[in-house]
């Protein structure tokens, strides 16, 4: 071959292999995102209806080791002893290495009743774990955008839920309903402080979760990033 051949044969090899890398480049598009659906808050006054899941809280699993967390949204983690009763503004590093998480206490009154907090985001917590790895959600590929979903719970005097109210959508529907029955799962108390009752006489429990794709070891089942809050009013 001539040197002329071999710069002509060069020159076209350079010219496929950069139509080629335009081309994976192309198909490897991230997901679209999905926009927020419906009002802004919904009443789920009829919890047997919103889903199947059983609200039975001396189910096995139902009540996890006690409890670590207080939190806020500015605050920088914290990996030290557990602190209850105190200002929030603490954040506490729960889960694992490979399923990485946060709780957080969201306002004053709940650092105040730190005790009574730290055992309902333990709790949610738990069965936030045991949802991730369902093979619905353990598949799921979220959107980067994707917005926290906050629940506000109403419990009882005698620390029953009673009703639950989507009032933010994460902008991703099968994230909304887990963190529903998450709630229904997770969200009750025995004997209660009665100083933390509200001013309606009943405990007023607001949730954020952030959930984040973390890890996946073969490119269909992922781990996530659990951010998880708690306010009371």
Known sequence: MSRAQQKRFFT???FAAA?????CAADDKPPPSIPDAGPQARLLSNLSAVS???????AAKAVPAPGEGLLRDDAAVS?????FQTEP?????VGSEERPGTVRLLNDKAAKFGDFSAVILDRVYAQLSIAEKTEDISR???PTELKPVVITAILDKSGKLTELILEQHSGKAKIDQMMIDVCKKGLWYETPPAAALSGDGNYKLTLRLKLENFAS???HHWSFVTDLGLGLG
């Open 140 to 142: 799921t590929r979220l």
């Open 79 to 83: 990996a030290g002893p557990r602190t």
């Open 12 to 14: 076209a090899t350079l």
């Open 52 to 58: 199947d899941a059983p609200i039975n809280p001396l």
């Open 19 to 23: 139509i080629l890398t335009a081309g």
């Open 217 to 219: 070891s073969d490119e």
């Open 89 to 93: 503004g603490i954040s506490r590093a």
